[in-house]
């Protein structure tokens, strides 16, 4: 009988500790917004621009940022409103090495962050007077080529 020995592949998980808003902005680009806005029958366009920074150790906790901005432009091509949310989220991480954690969790934090800056940009929008707005989940965006990466400018998604 021969025994063989298994290495067995790390196991890697991340939990959300901490969520902090750092910043919200809404910015209404014309003086009066037209009254018959009706976004399911002309669904404005929506710029979407996004990007994961910060992602590092910080005393056996790792932090990472989300910003993102939501342009809502209608069909003359005129901007309605952009609004700006910026959350700071801070994980425990379980990986062999520290750089193996943030290698784990750079490509995540969007997936995390993004289910809550969402729905605020959604309340945000829909505070300014405008109609309730469904914003899909950054993977949608992140399929049509998003780049997550701290050292690349955010991308605008169309």
Do not use: W
């Not at 932090?63 to 003359?76: C, E, G, H, K, P």
């Amino acid at each position: 009988m021969s025994s063989t020995t298994s290495q067995s592949e790390p196991v890697y998980s991340c939990t959300i500790v901490n969520l902090i808003l750092v910043s919200a902005t809404v910015t209404r680009h014309q003086e009066e917004l037209p009254d018959d806005i009706d976004f399911d029958e002309q669904p404005p366009h929506v710029e979407v621009t996004a990007a994961v920074t910060n992602v590092e150790n910080r005393d056996d906790l790792y932090l990472a940022s989300l910003r993102m901005s939501v342009t809502l432009v209608d069909d003359r091509n005129a901007k309605l409103l952009s609004t700006h949310v910026e959350y700071n989220g801070f994980f425990e991480v379980s990986a062999p090495t520290s750089e193996d954690a943030i290698t784990f969790l750079q490509p995540r934090v969007a997936a995390i962050i993004s289910p809550y800056a969402n729905q605020l940009v959604a309340d945000l929008i829909t505070r300014t007077g405008l109609p309730p707005l469904f914003l899909p989940p950054l993977e949608v965006f992140a399929q049509k080529q998003l780049q997550f990466t701290s050292d690349e400018p955010a991308q605008t998604i169309q």
